[in-house]
C-alpha cells in the first residue's frame, strides 16, 4: 500500500475510542502524547476524506474531556491531558467541515492555554527575582513548557481567538529572557541535575545540562520566538535573543555527527565541546529537529548563512543513513520524526524516511505500526509515541486531502 493507503488504514483501526482506551497506557489516555487527544487530532484531519473520521474525532475530543478530569497524570504543557486536549482542539477544529461544532471547546481551550502561560511565565520571573539558580523543562521546552504552549497560542491568534495574546506574549517575553546571552557560562535554559526527571538525572553528573534538542533543549524556545518573529508577533530584544541562542547552538555543534543531548555544567563553563555523541537522527534530539529550529531563525533573521548550514547539516544524513539511530517509525525518536522535519526541505533525507516508516508496518501490529522505546515494541494509539502520529505524517506526505487551515497540525512539533 502507498503512504496515504496506510494512513487511512491506520486511522480506520483507531476508528473506535474504546479501542484507543484499551490500548493506551494507563497514565496517558486522555494525554496528547499516548491517547486520546492525538486520535481526536488524526480523524479531524482526515475529515476531509471522509465524513466518518469527523464524527470519530468528536467522539474521541468526548472521551479525552471525560478521562482528562481524573487522569493520573495530567502533565503540565501541551503534551498532558488537559494541555493535549486544548492544543488538539485548537489546531484540530479547523480541518472539520463545521468548525463552529466544536467553537465553545476551542475558546475555553485557548482561556486555559493563555492562563497557563501567563502563570508559568509568573514563575519564571518570580523565580530569577529571587536568584533561583537554573530551571526545568516544565518552564521553556516544546513538550511540557512554554515553547509548546506559546506555539499553540500564536496558531490561536492567527485563528482570531484574541484571548491568546495576554499568554503568547507572556511566553515570548519569558523565553526571550531566557535565550539571551547575558555573558554567563551557563545559559538561561541550564537545568540543575535534581530538576530533570529521575530517569535523566541518573545519567548526568552534578553540574546539570543545558539540552540541545527541539523536544527538552533550547531548540525548541528558538523554534517559538522564530516563528513568532516571522509572523510579527514580537517583544523587546526577541530578535537578539533568536540570534543568540542559534548562535549556541552553532557553538556547540559537534562537527559532523550534529549536536550533543547536553552539554553539562562542567563544559559549559570551561568551553569544552562533549566527546560523547547524542541521538544522531530524531525529532526530540540531533539533526532533523535542532536543523529545523535553525532554519526558523534563519528565516526570522534573514541570515541565509544560517539557513545554508542546516539544510547542510539535514542533507549530509543521506550520506549517513547506515548511522541513523531512529528506533521504530513513530514521530518522537523514530522515522516519522524525521520525515515531518524534512519534507519540504530535503527530499532525498524525507525519501530515505518515509522509507523507514512503510518498512514498519506489519498488518498483525493492532495499529499496523508500533513505538520502540529501548528494543521493545508498544502498541500505542498515540500522537508522539504512537501511531495516530504515524497516520498523520503518512497522511501529509501522501497528499490527503483536507480543508486549509490556517496552522497546521504539526505545529506541536515546532517544524512549522
Do not use: K
Not at 514563575?123 to 509548546?148: F, K, M, N, P, Q
Not at 511566553?171 to 526527571?197: F, I, K, N, R
Not at 562542567?266 to 525529532?283: F, N, S, V, Y
Not at 508496518?361 to 508498544?378: C, D, I, K, Q
Amino acid at each position: 500500500m502507498n503512504t496515504g493507503q496506510a494512513a487511512l488504514a491506520i486511522a480506520e483501526r483507531l476508528l473506535d475510542p474504546e479501542r484507543v482506551i484499551a490500548a493506551a497506557p494507563s497514565y496517558g489516555i486522555a494525554t496528547l502524547a499516548d491517547g486520546l487527544p492525538g486520535t481526536a487530532l488524526l480523524h479531524a484531519r482526515l475529515s476531509g476524506v471522509d465524513p466518518v473520521f469527523a464524527a470519530a474525532a468528536s467522539a474521541h475530543w468526548d472521551a479525552a474531556a471525560s478521562g482528562a478530569a481524573t487522569a493520573q497524570v495530567q502533565g503540565p504543557g501541551i503534551y498532558g491531558a488537559i494541555g493535549g486536549l486544548a492544543a488538539s482542539l485548537v489546531l484540530g477544529s479547523a480541518y472539520l467541515p463545521d468548525p463552529e461544532v466544536t467553537a465553545m471547546a476551542t475558546s475555553r481551550s485557548v482561556r486555559w492555554l493563555s492562563a497557563r502561560a501567563v502563570d508559568v511565565a509568573t514563575h519564571y520571573a518570580e523565580a530569577a527575582r529571587t536568584g533561583e539558580s537554573g530551571t526545568s523543562w516544565h518552564i521553556y521546552d516544546t513538550v511540557s513548557g512554554l515553547a509548546g504552549i506559546g506555539r499553540i497560542l500564536l496558531a490561536a491568534l492567527a485563528d482570531g481567538h484574541s484571548s491568546a495574546e495576554p499568554g503568547l506574549v507572556a511566553a515570548l517575553t519569558a523565553m526571550t529572557t531566557m535565550l539571551t546571552d547575558h555573558g554567563e557560562p551557563l545559559p538561561g535554559w541550564w537545568v540543575p541535575t535534581e530538576q530533570h526527571p529521575a530517569v535523566v538525572a541518573a545519567r548526568l553528573d552534578h553540574t546539570g545540562a543545558a539540552d540541545t534538542g527541539l523536544a527538552h533543549g533550547v531548540a525548541g524556545p528558538l523554534a517559538f520566538l522564530a516563528l513568532a518573529h516571522s509572523t510579527g508577533h514580537t517583544v523587546a530584544g526577541q530578535e537578539t535573543a533568536i540570534r543568540d541562542a542559534a548562535r549556541w547552538l552553532e557553538r556547540w555543534r559537534a562537527g559532523d555527527h550534529g549536536w550533543p543531548n547536553h552539554a553539562t555544567g562542567q563544559e559549559l563553563a570551561d568551553g569544552a565541546t562533549p566527546t560523547r555523541h547524542g541521538r544522531r537522527a530524531a525529532w526530540c534530539y540531533g539533526v532533523p529537529g535542532v536543523a529545523c529550529s535553525l532554519l526558523h531563525a534563519a528565516h526570522a533573521l534573514d541570515d541565509d548563512g544560517l539557513a545554508g548550514a542546516a539544510r547542510a547539516d539535514l542533507a549530509r544524513l543521506v550520506t549517513q543513513r547506515a548511522a541513523w539511530d531512529a528506533e521504530g517509525p513513530t514521530l518522537c525518536h523514530g522515522y516519522a520524526g524525521i520525515l515531518r522535519c524534512a519534507t519540504g526541505v530535503d527530499p532525498g533525507v524525507a525519501e530515505l524516511a518515509a522509507a523507514g516508516v512503510t518498512q514498519s508496518l506489519n498488518r498483525e501490529r493492532p495499529f499496523l505500526v508500533a513505538h520502540v522505546e529501548h528494543g521493545a515494541s508498544h502498541d500505542n494509539p498515540g500522537f508522539l509515541t504512537g501511531a495516530a502520529g504515524v497516520a498523520l505524517t503518512l497522511s501529509e506526505f501522501g497528499g490527503l486531502p483536507a480543508r486549509p487551515v490556517t496552522t497546521p497540525w504539526d505545529a506541536l512539533l515546532l517544524v512549522v
